[in-house]
């Protein structure tokens, strides 16, 4: 008779550099732990339902100890990218990415098993971050995409 694999619990807390991460619910073959440290939302997300492995735990890590200089790092790609013309920005919103008010704002994470994260800015003037926000997708602590949430199913 073969040994079954030894069931891991999924914790219903998580410690991450110090920050108290609670699982919340989610749909199932999901497991979601959320905190908010000093009003910096950050998630951590495996699917399936499991308990995060030691990378995506210092991935997690890495964006709550660096979350500021990330933040102004998703801004200022941006800035950058948000001037390509498939993006479809009228004259009046690629105008707003050069003013000194950021063109994003309110950012929250969200850190995947699979190395990859999502920092969601809720609030902008761009039609295209309507009504969810904008998202910029990273790569360990690099800004490789942006995220259209314009028609995403957030509810």
Known sequence: MADLPARTEI???????????TRIESPEGIACWS?????????VLTEPAAAPDQETLDLAAAVLGRFD????????YLRERLREPELGLSADELATLDAAEPPAAE????VWA?????L?????RLR???PYGIGVLFEGTTPSG???LSHADLA
């Open 107 to 110: 950012p929250g994470a969200v």
């Open 35 to 43: 905190a908010d440290a000093d009003h910096r939302p950050v998630s």
């Open 114 to 118: 699979d190395g990859t994260w999502l």
């Open 11 to 21: 914790p219903d807390r998580l410690d991450i550099a110090g920050t108290t991460f």
């Open 146 to 148: 942006i995220e259209d």
């Open 128 to 130: 295209l971050a309507d």
């Open 120 to 124: 969601r800015f809720t609030e902008s």
């Open 69 to 76: 200089e990330l933040a102004d790092l998703a801004v200022a």
